[in-house]
């Protein structure tokens, strides 16, 4: 990665039209590999990962240019791995109940130590070395991938977690080594492959058209 | 009279069945049960937004041509699959819109000194294009057309960041970043979709390259685990390196630039201050960027002898170096600042740069790539933020003009620096697309 940024553009935006801003340079901590990113629309904030440093860096939605992060959780009690062996690659906020979420991997390039295969949570306002507030790791969560990825789905109280293959959907609060209540998987569903994954706000539903009335626009 | 006291009953009436009209319409949208199909994309819920200081009104400005992406589907359905239909929603339309830029980025530069002849390195189209060396684009054109191009996926050039060009062949060496993990080599006169006549894998987020002519040897700076890998200069294949440098004594942190000082058997390089073991948890911290010394033939966890960082450097994301072997100056182009920095080779610590060319009369944006001139006592300058290179004369200072400007894309145009893009957020309150790289 040459040059990473974070660039907002317009919802309209096309062609080669310029960003509107963008976040980047030293100050703002950030680094290459930032595979998964969230917006908090309660709180107007932006959290990203910084993987070559094992941080997690929390800006105001309004961040722009070289403005430093309000927040980074960073240190050994967080037991944060970098990208290669096995974290850090995605980052998901759950605006509606304070928390930040960061699935660790097995790595795509040998595992780490300190660390646990499976789905790091944090508490929104964390800042500083602190610890995670809960942590799904185990062989019964089937979380086993080099790089899992997470969505909330904030009305049905549900994590998912996309790992091998399959999405494997666990209470949002689950914790420790807690089995997924259910799992989606097998060659009709496509394999699940790809980055980031996303439950639309569940309050929003697009219905579709007459004859299908009762199906919703599912992002996935 | 009853002619007004009729019309006024009438709007009383009237009042009364909008705003029966409107209740039942707000009823309808809280209770979907009660709603019919229409044939088109219904409201179904109606929520307040939540309310910050710092979220901005849209102006008239901000209305898109259409209203909603739902206008713009027209009749089409847009529905996902059913689990209890086992059908599977197959979105095949193309896209409404498409934010990408197809002009090239340049992330380096070389000069080929016996053929006349200059390599930009595009790193957005996956390409490198050769340029007369004293090609310039005239203000009012569009762009410069390249002699040749070296594109396609025969050449496996990918996220290309580092350049080399043998002095005496003219072989051009390009280093893959990310997803290639491999240096690649064409012949000089390599043109169009043409597989390298030689291909090196290396570390993945191998990032720069240097030559160490006199031992034929092949410096390859690597981002993440940072590490300076050296190999025989003709290495190929998954030929092993002869050494490496890394380890936390080398203080070595996401490298961008590698450069040899033959003359006095140095190699200088610049980092970041992304800092972590990447083994073990919980070791990452942030330091500022820096410059690190090492004798040339540095391996393992070797401390460097000198090291430039610190505030009055002005060092902010410094990317590739280059060096001038007679005065011992080196030339850092350092992409937050917008600037080029100079140093000697022998400062130390929190030391001023003795030069610096920036300003708005300098063309520079975001420069990435470096390369020094001795023949023709020139600095090129490639600029990763508006698809161009730069020439000064080789002792330039301060807000200077350059002498010629090579453009791919026209005056003013402001490169999207897209990487490998893999996330996308979105701010409603602002309508704005969150584009990480």
Redesign the interface.
């Known amino acids: 990665?040459?040059?990473?940024?974070?660039?907002?553009?317009?919802?309209?935006?096309?062609?080669?039209?310029?960003?509107?801003r963008t976040i980047?340079?030293?100050k703002t901590?950030?680094?290459?590999t930032?595979?998964?990113?969230?917006?908090d629309?309660?709180h107007?904030e932006?959290v990203?990962n910084?993987p070559?440093?094992?941080?997690i860096l929390t800006f105001?939605?309004?961040a722009n240019g070289?403005q430093p992060p309000i927040r980074v959780i960073?240190?050994?009690?967080?037991?944060?791995?970098?990208a290669?062996?096995g974290?850090l690659n995605?980052v998901t906020a759950d605006p509606d109940h304070n928390e930040i979420f960061l699935p660790v991997g097995t790595g795509l390039?040998?595992r780490?130590?300190?660390?646990v295969q499976g789905v790091y949570v944090f508490d929104r306002l964390a800042n500083g070395?602190v610890a995670p507030k809960r942590v799904l790791a185990g062989p019964d969560t089937l979380i086993n991938s080099p790089t899992p990825q997470v969505a909330i789905d904030s009305m049905r109280n549900l994590l998912i977690v996309k790992s091998g293959g399959a999405l494997l959907i666990f209470n949002r609060e689950a914790d420790g080594n807690t089995k997924p209540v259910r799992v989606i998987k097998g060659p009709?569903t496509?394999g699940f492959g790809g980055?980031?994954i996303a439950v639309p706000a569940g309050?929003?539903?697009?219905?579709?058209?007459?004859?299908?009335?009762d199906?919703?626009?599912?992002?996935? | 009279m009853h002619v007004v006291r009729t019309r006024g009953r009438s709007l009383v009436l009237a009042a009364m069945v909008g705003l029966v009209a409107g209740i039942l319409s707000f009823s309808l949208i809280e209770r979907?049960e009660l709603r019919r199909?229409?044939?088109v994309?219904?409201l179904?819920?109606v929520?307040q937004?939540?309310t910050?200081a710092?979220?901005c009104e849209p102006g008239d400005e901000?209305l898109?041509?259409q209203h909603s992406l739902?206008d713009r589907f027209g009749e089409k359905?847009?529905?996902?699959?059913?689990q209890e239909s086992?059908q599977?929603g197959v979105i095949t339309r193309p896209p409404t819109?498409?934010?990408?830029?197809?002009?090239p980025i340049y992330?380096s530069v070389a000069v080929d000194l016996n053929f006349d002849e200059v390599v930009l390195m595009d790193?957005n189209n996956w390409a490198l294009r050769i340029f007369n060396r004293l090609d310039n684009t005239p203000p009012g054109v569009p762009f410069t057309q390249p002699k040749r191009v070296i594109q396609g996926p025969e050449t496996d050039i990918q996220?290309n960041?580092g350049i080399y060009i043998d002095p005496k062949n003219g072989d051009i060496y390009s280093v893959e970043?990310?997803t290639g993990d491999e240096v690649v080599v064409f012949p000089r006169e390599a043109n169009g979709n043409v597989k390298p006549a030689r291909i090196l894998e290396t570390p993945?987020?191998g990032f720069s390259l240097a030559v160490d002519e006199e031992r034929q040897e092949l410096y390859v700076g690597v981002?993440?685990?940072p590490e300076v890998a050296v190999y025989r200069k003709g290495a190929s294949g998954n030929e092993k390196p002869l050494r490496s440098l890394q380890g936390e004594s080398t203080r070595l942190?996401?490298v961008h630039g590698v450069v040899l000082d033959q003359k006095k058997q140095l190699m200088l390089v610049t980092n970041?201050?992304?800092?972590?073991d990447?083994?073990?948890?919980?070791?990452?911290?942030?330091e500022?960027?820096s410059i690190t010394v090492y004798p040339m033939g540095a391996s393992g966890d070797t401390s460097p002898i000198r090291v430039i960082q610190g505030s009055r450097t002005q060092l902010?994301?410094p990317?590739q170096m280059a060096l001038d072997p007679d005065t011992g100056d080196i030339y850092v182009a350092n992409?937050?600042g917008h600037s080029v920095l100079v140093f000697k080779e022998t400062d130390q610590g929190n030391a001023a740069p003795t030069r610096v060319i920036k300003g708005n009369r300098t063309g520079l944006l975001?420069p990435?790539g470096v390369f020094v001139d001795k023949k023709h006592n020139e600095l090129w300058v490639a600029n990763?933020g508006n698809s161009s290179a730069v020439v000064y004369p080789l002792d330039a200072n301060g807000n200077v003009a350059p002498i010629r400007t090579l453009r791919s894309a026209p005056e003013g145009?402001?490169s999207?620096?897209?990487?490998?893009v893999?996330?996308?957020?979105?701010?409603?309150?602002?309508?704005?697309?969150?584009?990480?790289?």
């Open positions: 990665m040459t040059h990473p940024q974070i660039a907002a553009f317009a919802r309209v935006a096309k062609e080669n039209e310029p960003p509107v980047e340079g030293h901590l950030i680094s290459r930032m595979h998964g990113f969230s917006y629309p309660i107007d932006i990203v910084s070559l440093s094992q941080a105001r939605g309004d070289e960073q240190g050994p009690k967080t037991r944060i791995l970098g290669d062996t974290a995605t390039r040998g780490g130590t300190g660390g070395d009709k496509g980055g980031q309050e929003f539903r697009l219905k579709s058209s007459p004859e299908e009335e199906r919703t626009l599912e992002l996935l | 979907p199909p229409a044939g994309p219904q179904v819920s929520r937004l939540p910050s710092n979220v901000a898109p041509e739902l359905s847009v529905y996902a699959g059913s086992g599977t819109r498409t934010i990408r830029d197809m002009d992330s790193n996220y960041n970043t990310d993945h987020r981002q993440h685990p942190s996401d970041w201050g992304h800092v972590s990447a083994k073990v948890a919980g070791t990452g911290r942030f500022d960027p902010n994301w990317a992409d937050i975001n990435s990763f145009k402001v999207l620096k897209f990487g490998k893999e996330a996308l957020a979105y701010d409603a309150g602002r309508e704005q697309v969150w584009v990480p790289n």
